[in-house]
């Protein structure tokens, strides 16, 4: 596609229940990074992507969070038992490779209630 | 590791004024460094990149950063500031024994008329 693209782009779930966000990376990327932005902060590292494998999945709160990217382009981020503290946005970007420029998407705002 | 310090979370300047924004970054390796835009409700935007070539980099909507590897610094400059700057400004860099793209903590660029 022209740039990232992520679904949905507003989702609010009741605290306790799963959630899917979604992330198409542009066509031909292999690097894909999830991110969490919380309001008046900056982008905080959650998982990142070089082809189907986490290189490095150390900023993942805690194992309520995981995500996958299967066939090396989609990437799905999941969060079980969703607490209000979860509420944030997160963010979506994809790299052609590391030390190149990410190209991000709009964002998934997840509030949950 | 690799990290960037991003001084004043705040920054308040007069329309035509010359717009500074600082960012530090701690690097044992050349590093690579990234300034991105984020206007009110949208994603982040590339500004401009340092990937080691001239040390004097210029950016869309007027921007410039000057890598100075004697004072590990990364600064966004714009001689005249315009309304249409006001945003929150990113400074990153790639790093971690997995290479990831870490982003500082942000800064509110308001512009007065």
């Known amino acids: 596609g022209a740039g990232v693209s992520q679904t949905p782009s507003n989702k609010v779930t009741e605290k306790g229940k799963y959630v899917e966000l979604r992330c198409d990376p542009i066509?031909?990327?292999?690097?894909l990074y999830w991110y969490r932005q919380s309001l008046g902060q900056g982008p905080e590292f959650l998982i990142y992507f070089q082809g189907t494998g986490a290189a490095d999945d150390s900023g993942l709160p805690n194992d309520r969070f995981f995500a996958v990217r299967p066939e090396g382009s989609v990437s799905t981020l999941k969060i079980q038992r969703t607490e209000r503290g979860d509420s944030a946005v997160y963010l979506c970007?994809?790299?052609?490779?590391?030390?190149?420029?990410?190209?991000f998407g709009q964002g998934t705002r997840l509030t949950v209630v | 590791a690799q990290s960037v310090t991003q001084l004043g979370s705040h920054v308040s300047v007069s329309e035509g004024a010359l717009v500074l924004l600082r960012c530090n970054y701690s690097s044992s390796v050349p590093p690579y460094l990234f300034w991105y835009v984020q206007y009110p409700n949208q994603g982040l935007q590339l500004l401009l990149k340092?990937?080691?070539?001239?040390?004097l980099v210029k950016g869309i909507n007027g921007f410039e950063a000057e890598f100075k590897k004697s004072e590990t610094s990364f600064h966004l400059t714009k001689p005249s500031a315009h309304m249409s700057d006001a945003a929150e400004y990113f400074c990153?860099?790639?790093?971690?024994?997995?290479?990831?793209?870490?982003f500082g903590t942000g800064t509110l660029l308001a512009v007065q008329p």
């Open positions: 990153a860099v790639y790093g971690g024994a997995t290479n990831k793209l870490i």
């Open positions: 970007a994809s790299s052609k490779t590391t030390n190149t420029e990410a190209f």
């Open positions: 066509s031909g990327h292999t690097a």
């Open positions: 340092y990937t080691s070539a001239a040390t």
